[in-house]
Each structure stands twice: as C-alpha cells, then as structure tokens.
C-alpha cells in the first residue's frame, strides 16, 4: 500500500488543523493504520492508531483530548483532526500502515507517508 498524507500548515497555538492519508493499492480495511510525528532534532514518536475497522483507537498521553484519529475505508483514507494546537505539536507528521491490529512501535509499521509539517506558532 502506497500512502500520502496531507494537510500540515502554520496555524497559531489554539487553532485546528486536520490531516488526511489517502492509501492506495487494495484491502484498506486490512490494514490498521497510525500517525506519528518527528520534531526536528527529536525521534520519532507516535502519536495514534486505529484498528482496521476503525472500533478502537490509541492516543499518545500528549495528544489525548485533543487529537481525533477516524479512518474512512470506503475512501481509503486516515484522518487525524488535531484542536487545541501547541507550539510542542510542531512536527512533520507521517501517516503509517500494518497489515493486522494496531500497535503503538514505529517498528511495528511497514509502510510509510512522506510526511507533512504542522507548525504551530506561539
């Protein structure tokens, strides 16, 4: 499955911002799907993931309440709608695949986004 994500931008602190992952390629709905995001100078980190039909989700303690993953499988697509930005959200975010359940280790993922900046302006 190929991926491209979408959506990063300058936004101030407090603003919304929504990213989108469009996969191509077939059985979407095999795949659970995640984002993560690497700020420079730091590792990557995750951020969240959503099983394969979309039932459950995981959230990054950072981005718990704030940060909404859904995943659309008609469209094959990902979201991540991010509210109440900070200037720590800043980061190129890269959407990810596997095919199975989610699961929160980069390791864990085969299949990579190019990566989209959010800068997020104090």
């Known amino acids: 499955v190929q991926l491209q994500a979408s959506g990063g931008g300058l936004v101030q602190a407090g603003d919304s911002l929504g990213l989108s992952c469009a996969a191509s390629?077939?059985?979407?709905?095999?795949?659970?799907m995640a984002w993560f995001r690497q700020a420079q100078g730091k590792e990557r980190e995750f951020v969240a993931a959503?099983?394969?039909?979309?039932?459950?989700?995981l959230y990054a303690d950072s981005v718990k309440g704030r940060f909404t993953i859904s995943r659309d499988n008609a469209k094959n697509t990902v979201y991540l709608q991010m509210n109440s930005l900070k200037s720590e959200d800043t980061a190129v975010y890269y959407c990810?695949?596997?095919?199975?359940?989610?699961?929160?280790?980069?390791?864990?993922?085969?299949?990579w986004g190019q990566g989209t900046l959010v800068t997020v302006s104090s």
């Open positions: 990810a695949g596997r095919w199975g359940p989610s699961s929160i280790p980069a390791t864990a993922y085969d299949y």
């Open positions: 959503i099983s394969r039909a979309g039932e459950n989700t």
């Open positions: 390629g077939h059985a979407f709905s095999g795949y659970a």
